[in-house]
């Protein structure tokens, strides 16, 4: 019986403690890839829900100007009443009035920038996405690439550690100088600098990338991806292409034709505008002596068609108007091809700095790996004592300079293609990847 309850107790602690771990262990937080914070910035970013919000009100805007070519009714009534000399009488009247415009030159070319104007908000939507895309994409890298040199430090200052432990051991052996325990030791202190800087700077990074997406990202480790040299050289005619579909460029056609119409309303001030009007009116009175009352009946009633034709044959401004809004669509021409070669330019200078970046992240994996055989070479020297504590503290540096380089290559590489990508309008360089594409040593000039 004693065994009993003594195996019952244990059982029973052993159950608390089991329940206990399960309710303190430490929840894993979902990894956030780059995907799910682009779809988190659209969702969250005011600046994009500003954009999605005009869009819409020039869609209300546009399917107004159908109005114009609708009949519009208006009614309106009355009501008096009068007292003279002592004489009392009332007056009610209403009228219903039906307007049909049956030709407006102006009102075509009306709807027409209205419909402009909706597409130009459409397009900047689309602009605003790739903004928002290049946005959250360079702070995505920067965070990535700011904890791989976060870690580069970790291994730096372990580094200096070994050789700060390895001089002072030899010193105490007396076959190294105290000069030489203080240069490690300076090198020690600048690595833990350099590691306080790194983890402020990945604090910074996180803030923003959590200001972006609108949720906070406490911790760098969530972030899912590596910044790997995997990237191929894009087809540049394919890139031309997707650049004559920027959101820029159609905005700026969009312009000429809204000029042209804005034209085409200066020309309608030359025009006539005919419109046709159905009007009922009916007027009670309280007055059998008034005149419509004795000839008419009470109430009377009035029914009637017109055909209204207004054209202003004469005013100076009109010349003008019409004049400056030609200059307009000449312009806005102009503008077109300044807006196409700018982005064309631009589109180029972005593909040599994709290429120079690709050659430039070759260079660092090179010379991080010469550095590490140039750091192993001078410690193991200084270790059996045939080299000098110099030559491996400036190892040491040369290879702490190609860790970060080697990552910074790598992020300068993934920042070149995300600007590629705004510049060139485009999601993701990989959808135009349809064919092979060419070697980075083997491209023509």
């Given amino acids: 019986m004693f065994c009993r309850r003594r195996v019952e107790k244990i059982f029973f602690s052993l159950s608390l403690v089991l329940i206990q771990l399960i309710v303190t262990a430490p929840v894993p937080s979902p990894a956030l890839t780059l995907e799910e914070a682009l779809s988190l910035a659209k969702s969250n970013l005011p600046a994009y829900q500003a954009q999605a919000a005009r869009v819409q009100s020039s869609e209300a805007l546009y399917k107004a100007s159908l109005g114009a070519y609708v009949p519009s009714v208006d009614a309106s009534g009355i009501a008096s009443r009068r ?44 602009r605003s996405l790739l903004d928002l895309e290049f946005s959250v994409k360079s702070s995505f890298y920067t965070t990535v690439a700011t904890r791989g040199i976060l870690a580069q430090r970790k291994i730096q200052l372990e580094n200096a550690q070994k050789n700060f432990e390895v001089a002072e051991g030899r010193r105490t052996f007396g076959v190294a100088k105290l000069s030489d325990v203080l240069q490690v030791s300076v090198r020690l202190e600048q690595a833990r600098f350099n590691l306080v800087q790194a983890e402020g700077s990945l604090q910074k990074s996180l803030s923003e990338l959590s200001s972006l997406i609108g949720t906070p990202v406490s911790d760098a480790a969530e972030l899912q991806g590596a910044l790997t040299f995997d ?41 006539p505008v005919v419109s046709g009007n159905l009007t009922y009116s009916r007027t009670d009175t309280s007055n059998p002596a008034s ?25 100076l401004g009109k010349f003008y108007r019409r004049k400056a809004a030609s200059i307009d669509t000449l312009t806005a021409a102009k503008t077109l091809k300044e807006t196409e070669r700018s982005l064309r330019l631009e589109l180029r200078k972005s593909y040599e700095d994709f290429i120079t970046a690709s050659r430039n992240v070759k260079v660092a994996d090179e010379q991080l790996r010469q550095a590490l055989q140039n750091y192993d070479q001078a410690f193991g020297e200084y270790k059996v004592g045939k080299g000098d504590i110099l030559s491996v503290v400036f190892a040491e540096t040369l290879l702490a300079q190609a860790r970060e380089q080697d990552v910074q290559a790598k992020l300068n590489l993934y920042l070149a293609k995300a600007l590629l990508e705004r510049v060139s309008g485009i999601e993701r360089l990989e959808a135009l990847q349809e064919t092979p594409a060419q070697p980075l040593d083997t491209r023509t000039r």
């Fill in 83 to 126: 007292d003279i000399a002592g004489y009392d009488s009332s007056t009610n009247s209403a009228d219903v009035t039906a307007s049909l415009r049956l030709f407006d030159y102006k009102r075509g070319h009306t709807r027409d920038i209205t419909r402009y104007n909706y597409n130009a908000e459409q397009e900047g939507l689309r």
């Fill in 231 to 271: 990237l191929a050289l894009p087809d540049e005619k394919r890139l031309e292409e997707a650049l004559l579909r920027r959101p820029e460029i159609l905005q700026a056609e969009l312009a000429v034709k809204r000029a042209e119409s804005a034209e085409g309303i200066s020309t309608g001030d030359f025009l």
């Fill in 291 to 315: 005149t419509s009352a004795s000839i008419y009946g009470n109430p009377y009633e009035d029914r009637s068609a017109s055909l209204l034709a207004t054209w202003n044959l004469f005013e």
